[in-house]
């Protein structure tokens, strides 16, 4: 079920729809900005595709999906803390103990640095109960 996931409208050439604006998940922890990947190194997980920059980036991500998907389903960290599902910008982001949280928006990141480990921590507790539940309904 991809409700629990932050996907762009329609699908791609793999057959599903595209995850994280087409920005290569492995890119954030290598120490650069993030980089947009490219269809021709397309991974597709869970229901959704995940482009890549290159082949090295797509294995990596392959061999323990886990470390590097974003937190909440590539949904606004912030906005999954008070138990909302708005949409997370892949250019405006922070990682905080091995997790990539991504924000709404400048003003809504600014809120979510305020407190990290507490947004976090309500952002958890309430994902538990939104993850499956649609947009529209939240």
């Known amino acids: 079920m991809t409700q629990n996931l932050n996907l762009s409208t329609g699908l791609v050439a793999t057959g599903t729809p595209l995850a994280m604006r087409g920005y290569d998940v492995v890119s954030y922890t290598q ?6 990947g490219s269809a021709e190194f397309a991974v597709v997980h869970d229901g959704a595709t995940y482009y890549f920059a290159d082949a090295a980036n797509a294995e990596i991500f392959t061999a323990n999906p886990a470390r590097y998907l974003p ?7 912030y906005g999954a803390s008070v138990a909302k599902k708005f949409d997370g910008d892949p ?4 990682i905080a ?3 990539l949280h991504l924000n709404l928006n ?5 809120a979510f640095l305020a407190d990290v480990a507490g947004a976090v921590a309500k952002a958890d507790t309430a994902w538990v109960t939104i993850a499956d539940q649609p947009v529209a309904s939240l």
């Open 31 to 36: 120490g650069t900005s993030p980089i947009v």
């Open 71 to 77: 937190s909440f389903g590539g949904f606004c960290a």
């Open 91 to 94: 250019t405006i982001y922070k």
């Open 97 to 99: 103990d091995g997790r």
């Open 106 to 110: 400048q003003e809504i990141h600014a």
